[in-house]
Each structure stands twice: as structure tokens, then as C-alpha cells.
């Protein structure tokens, strides 16, 4: 859930690499991370409990 600001690091990295190259090799390391911690996000969400509401009867 903390990948959510790739949108930041990718215009970053385009202000701070002069090369486009560079810049290529940045960007699939911002897609990288922000994948790697929406699956670490999916991860946690899936290991916690979960609560189960029972109807009244």
C-alpha cells in the first residue's frame, strides 16, 4: 500500500537522469517496487483474519 506514490519517483527520475537510458532503467525499477509492494500489501491483507458477520435468527 506504500507503492501507491510511483507517480513521484517516476518524475523524479526524470528530473534527476539526464540520459534516456537512465531514465528507461528507472522506470522499470519504480514498476518493479510499486509490484513488489502491492504484493507485499495482498500478502498482509490475506493473512489477517477476516470477520465474519452471522445472521440473527
Known amino acids: ?3 501507491l506514490g510511483f507517480t ?3 518524475f523524479v527520475s526524470h528530473l534527476a537522469y539526464p540520459d534516456s537510458s537512465m531514465i ?5 525499477g519504480v ?5 513488489v509492494a502491492a ?3 495482498a500478502a498482509v ?3 489477517t483474519g477476516r470477520r465474519t ?3 440473527l435468527s
Open 1 to 3: 500500500m506504500a507503492g
Open 8 to 10: 513521484v519517483a517516476l
Open 24 to 28: 528507461e532503467h528507472a522506470k522499470i
Open 31 to 35: 514498476f518493479a517496487a510499486s509490484l
Open 39 to 41: 504484493g507485499a500489501a
Open 45 to 47: 491483507l490475506a493473512c
Open 53 to 55: 458477520v452471522r445472521a
